[in-house]
């Protein structure tokens, strides 16, 4: 893959997509497992087995595939619903650390009651113990929750089951901008065309996407409502308009313009007024993406002869070169925290793999072992990254933890997809 810019490569790819099913759940393989994993066990909720949607197995399904939990078989009986049913010593016998247990109990209004505690079997204790009063429609949903609740309580990190996920499928030659939920439930299409779209990105409220659009012959950028599906322009100038990335308070974006020569970094307000030009290298400067602080952004740059990371203050002033380890480092983003960058890297010539690499030290540490990785894209809590690759000469995606143990595949049941983005904790998180 040739460094032209985010555009060029990202069109390289699309070019080649077999057909695929649009509408189709993205099945998660889980490929390795974090050490130290937490044994606990989910007993099927009281009343849930009438329902069409059971709480349980989408809460055990959200904890396994985070590979930090080992589930501990909870069919035997008796089944407890209530923390005074337990019989802890049973339980510790069976090897769990935590037990789950909970109800679900249908309103005269129609919706429905659903309780869970959360329990520490060693120390006889409940660690956590909520209640919801939802429509059934959102039984799904709910159990998203329970399972954020339980890997918070459990690990001390925010869960982010309850997340949602951008990236864009090919379908014969229709393309689609799709949004899922974070276990690949629940395909929604924002945007369908016969033309190329790339570089979904999600505001940080999560209520609208950025995305460029070739729907009118030429790369346009465009911001969306996901609620509405109502959409403006946002930029439009004379030549490309790529690679969106909103800025962490939501007022405006970087985008990469053509306007005035080469593909350089401009700043413009989140209604598309006050255009302002932010690098100005002989170079291609692309790939913005905003720290969380807002106070700078990094991008990928050939200024000094071969792609590289740099960093450079919104406020002016020069650009500082982070990565030197290896001739190409493209595609960065800030760790939630913003201590550590993640970005891809060639490697031997002709792979490429998603690195991360600790700002205050430098050091780089390789996570993935696939060959053709690209858009690498944090979980809201910093623990997952998400990102495109190749098996078997098909694009799925995939997820990799920030220490490299745990991973998974993400796939379509045929066709690929492309160009992920981890979107941002639920306004309720």
């Not at 001390?156 to 864009?168: E, K, L, P, Q």
């Not at 602080?293 to 203050?313: E, H, K, L, N």
């Amino acid at each position: 893959m040739k460094f032209l810019n985010k555009l060029a490569a990202v069109l390289v790819f699309l070019a080649g997509f077999p057909v695929a099913m649009a509408h189709a759940a993205l099945t998660i393989e889980i490929v390795g497992s974090g050490a130290n994993q937490i044994p606990v066990a989910i007993v099927p909720f009281a009343g849930e087995s009438i329902l069409m949607q059971a709480v349980t197995p989408v809460v055990a399904a959200d904890l396994q595939r985070s590979g930090l939990f080992k589930m501990i078989d909870a069919a035997a009986q008796p089944q407890p619903h209530e923390p005074a049913e337990v019989n802890y010593p049973d339980w510790r016998a069976r090897g769990a650390d935590a037990l789950a247990i909970g109800s679900v109990r249908p309103r005269p209004d129609g919706k429905l009651d659903v309780s869970f505690r959360l329990v520490d079997t060693v120390k006889q204790s409940v660690l956590a113990g909520y209640s919801y009063a939802i429509p059934p429609a959102q039984l799904r949903a709910t159990a998203h929750k329970i399972a954020d609740e339980i890997y918070e309580k459990l690990t001390g990190d925010i869960g982010v089951f309850s997340t949602r996920i951008a990236y864009i499928v090919k379908s014969g030659a229709r393309y689609e901008l799709q949004v899922a939920d974070a276990d690949g439930y629940g395909a929604q299409t924002v945007l369908a065309s016969n033309e190329p779209i790339i570089s979904p990105s999600w505001s940080p409220d999560g209520t609208k996407l950025a995305y460029v659009s070739f729907e009118r012959k030429k790369p346009i950028v465009y911001v969306q409502s996901l609620a509405s599906s109502h959409r403006q322009v946002l930029a439009q100038f004379k030549g490309n308009n790529s690679a969106p990335a909103w800025s962490p308070d939501g007022s405006q974006l970087a985008v990469v313009l053509t306007k005035d020569g080469n593909s350089q970094i401009y700043l413009i307000n989140a209604d598309g007024s006050g255009v302002r030009r932010l690098s100005n290298s002989a170079g291609i400067d692309t790939e913005p993406a905003f720290s969380p602080d807002g106070a700078s952004i990094v991008f990928t740059s050939d200024r000094g002869g071969s792609p590289q990371i740099y960093r450079m203050p919104l406020s002016g002033g020069g650009a500082q070169r982070l990565t030197f380890e290896g001739n190409y480092n493209v595609s960065p983003h800030f760790s939630p925290d913003g201590k550590s960058l993640v970005f891809i890297q060639r490697a031997n010539g002709s792979s490429f793999h998603v690195a991360l690499q600790d700002l205050a030290t430098g050091q780089l540490q390789v996570l993935t072992d696939s060959r053709m990785d690209e858009s690498p894209s944090f979980a809201p809590n910093g623990k997952m990254i998400l990102y495109a690759t190749e098996i078997g000469g098909r694009g799925i995606l995939a997820a990799v933890s920030s220490d490299g143990r745990v991973k998974q595949r993400l796939t379509a049941s045929a066709g690929d997809v492309r160009e992920p983005e981890w979107g941002p904790l639920s306004k309720n998180q």
